[in-house]
């Protein structure tokens, strides 16, 4: 890499996802200063030629660009929030998990102190970052993300969804509620088989193409009902007969000793959406009852 091209970047907090970001700016030839709260935790990056900051300010006035990725909204505020005078004119790249409302207050409160705000969603775990698999989403000042887009792009491919910054969180916390209902409806799966001693890794012969299958078969269709409001063309698995058999997801768990707990809101509302009149339609219409 050209010395033309070396950026200078930041990274706030060396937990397991911010070490990971700070490899990947080193990999990528740039100059990283690291810092985080408990000390010790950046020997590996420094000897991997991470330069280390002491204090919050020092970290920050090394480079134009400062990507935070700590615990919560809460820590981000209190590393920040001391040191706004520091931050004025930086830019400042949000990765730690939060809701939209918690990135748009984060958007006023920096540029209340001058500061050029994106806030992130990181779609990877640690070991994924900088891979082909890594996907990161980002919204808010557009100019900030384009100026460090290339920096950025180390990370995984970069989606930019708009100049509101609440926008990365809502796409980030709607990707991680498909994640967890998919794995909750898996812990189901497994602990019933293993009530009966079935091997969990030769049971997974079946449950990986199974939903392999219905995944692939049904989201764009899914995507396609909503989008359109019609939930009754081309019905082929009706939600009343879908109903129908809930129960019985709830009578295997209990005779087999597994807690129905994941089964029973999914049971209450396919029972509500056949109670509201929807029985003839596809199940998909259970999303217009999630509506509060
Ligand atoms: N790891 C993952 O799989 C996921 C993937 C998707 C994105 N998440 C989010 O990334 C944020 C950081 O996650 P992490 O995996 O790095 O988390 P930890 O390893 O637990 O490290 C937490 C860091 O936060 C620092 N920290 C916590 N509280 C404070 C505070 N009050 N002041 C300053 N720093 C704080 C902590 O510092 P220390 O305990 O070492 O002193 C770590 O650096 C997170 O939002 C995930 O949801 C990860």
């Keep these: 890499m050209s010395e033309k091209n070396v950026s200078r970047v930041t990274v706030l907090g060396l937990g397991a996802m911010g ?16 810092w985080n709260r408990t000390p010790g935790k950046d020997e590996a990056l420094v000897a991997k030629g ?9 970290a920050i006035a090394a480079s134009p660009l400062v990507v935070v990725c700590l615990l919560d909204d809460a820590s981000v505020r209190e590393v920040l929030e001391p040191v706004a005078d520091a931050l004025s004119g930086r830019a400042v790249v949000n990765l730690t998990n939060g809701t939209p409302a918690q990135a748009r207050a984060m958007a006023v409160w920096a540029a209340e102190q001058g500061v050029d705000y994106v806030d992130g969603g990181i779609m990877a775990i640690p070991p994924g970052i900088g891979t082909p698999h890594a996907f990161l989403l980002y919204s808010g000042s557009s100019v ?11 990370l995984g491919a970069a989606h930019f969804l708009g100049d ?5 969180a809502l796409y980030d916390l709607a990707l991680l509620s498909g994640m967890y209902g998919l ?3 898996v812990w189901q799966a497994v ?8 091997r969990a ?3 997974m012969a079946f449950l990986k193409p199974w939903l392999s299958a219905m995944f ?3 989201l764009d269709r899914l995507a396609t009902q909503v989008d359109s409001g019609d939930y009754m063309t081309g019905v082929v698995s009706n939600l009343a007969m879908q109903a129908a058999a809930f129960p019985n997801f709830i009578t295997v768990a209990e005779e087999q000793g597994v807690r129905p707990d994941l089964m029973l809101p999914i049971k209450d509302l396919l029972d509500r959406a056949v109670a509201e009149g929807h029985g003839a339609g596809d199940a998909t219409v259970a999303i217009e009852l999630l509506k509060n």
């Excluded at 900030?144 to 180390?154: G, P, S």
């Design 191 to 198: 602990a019933l088989v293993r009530s009966e001693n079935v």
């Design 144 to 154: 900030t993300f384009e100026a460090h887009r290339e920096v950025l792009e180390l």
């Design 183 to 185: 794995f909750a409806g």
């Design 164 to 168: 509101d910054a609440g926008l990365a």
């Design 19 to 34: 070490t990971a970001l700070a490899e990947a700016f080193l990999a990528g030839g740039h100059a990283t200063t690291v």
């Design 216 to 218: 692939e078969g049904n």
């Design 50 to 58: 991470a330069l280390r900051a002491e204090t919050v300010a020092e």
């Design 201 to 203: 890794t030769e049971f």
